[in-house]
């Protein structure tokens, strides 16, 4: 039997006690696996390289909305292993600028469906998102956006401190600090979700549909002839295909020049830590620009911190100490009751920034070959606008009115869509 979504529902036997008894037992073995870990075929219609949240999604749509369905995902390592696995899932549509607008609320409106339309929990929770402003021209700048955001049809609206304080109680609005918080932005429809289960909830699906998962395959090269590319080279053989995506993120510009292309990216870490677990205290989600540091809660009971990148460029997954220090700094004066938690992980992922801190969803010079990236410290939550657009770029060699910003020509036209202040981590 099919779920409302097509896919196959979770069994009662699944979900049943003694089957999960007998599996912690048993030693797990009678779990179906997600999705198929396929061996690669020979050739395929067309390769998509990535296994994070935009190549999973990517692969998705390009089998369900437009009938490609003889179509492999290569992974290099294992899946959603990159960024995805690495990023706070922070979701939200306040970007100033209109073509911004269109994508990441694109991206809003698939997650508010996207657990029913996968038939997997992703654990989306709209709890609220701040910004907040620490002095009047930082005030200015976001109640400017606000008013952006509502010609768009995007929710946002403009707290004073006194608001603020009872949207979420523990902030410290006290005068008496660096930075005293005098308003924030608030997009109620904002919030965060589970990173791993959006994608393995696109891969199942994908895979659902017939479309190959390949992990523990590094793309080393692609061959190209006559102006166009007919294959990659991986670490498990070569693989024949017409059309080559690439949603690699940090790893864009390597990638790039397997072709000779040069992109305006540059990469660099961005750091992520939690501490210990507590009782749920922090309803929503907060960022501070202005004093490097945003948090949040997740369900397990974790405080979700971050900041802005390390300054220097890395391919490496791994930060420097004093930046997270700083960040923790910044984030007890917002909150001081949490000065007594302990700290259990940090760790980095590779972000991949263009100079206007907008993503690339475009057609390149050769025939064939596609690059989705760019998206820095922010892609996280436009994956399924991401993805939806990115497979209609690589099904019809043409963008849709969303992806037409981004193409690389608006480099050498000038048109960029300048989004550093609304991307709201500092790089
Ligand atoms: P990835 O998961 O990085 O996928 C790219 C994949 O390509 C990787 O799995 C990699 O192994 C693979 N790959 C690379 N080279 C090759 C190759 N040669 N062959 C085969 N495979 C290859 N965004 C938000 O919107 N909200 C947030 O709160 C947020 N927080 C973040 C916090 C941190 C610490 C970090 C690092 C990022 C954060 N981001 C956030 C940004 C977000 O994570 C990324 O923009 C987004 O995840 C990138 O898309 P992806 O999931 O497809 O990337
Ligand atoms: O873009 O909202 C965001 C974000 C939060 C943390 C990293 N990026």
Redesign the pocket.
Known sequence: MLSESGHPPMTAQRYSLLSLLREGIGGHRGWQPAWRNAEPKQAYDAVV????????ATAYYLAKEHGLTNVAV????W??????????????SNYLYDASAAIYDHAMQLWRNLGRELNFNIMMSHRGVMNLAHDDGEARQLKRRVEANRLNGVDAEWLDARQVKDFCPPINISDNVRYPVIGATLQRSGG?NRHDAV?WGYARAASGLGVDIVQN????GIDVAGGAVTAVR?TRGTIKTPKVAS?????TS??ASMVDLRLPIVSH????LVSEPVKPILPCVVMSNAVHA?CSQSDKGELVI?AGIDLHQSYTQRGGFHVIEEEIAALLELFPQFSRMKLMRH??????ICPDASPIISKTPLRGFYINGG?????????PG?GHVFADLVANDAPNEIAAPYTLERFTTGKLVAEHGAAA?AH
Do not use: F, M
């Not at 390289?49 to 999973?56: D, L, N, R, S, T």
């Not at 949603?247 to 790893?251: E, L, M, S």
């Open positions: 390289i990535g296994g994070g949240g935009h190549g999973c290569l992974e290099k390592g899946l959603g292993g990159g960024n995805a696995a690495r990023n706070t899932t922070i979701i939200r965060v994608v395959c590094e793309v080393l991986t949603v690699t993120a940090g790893h390597v990638i870490p961005l750091q992520a945003y971050g760790w980095a992922g590779t972000v991949d998206w820095g410290t922010g892609g996280w939550k436009a994956t991401s981590v």
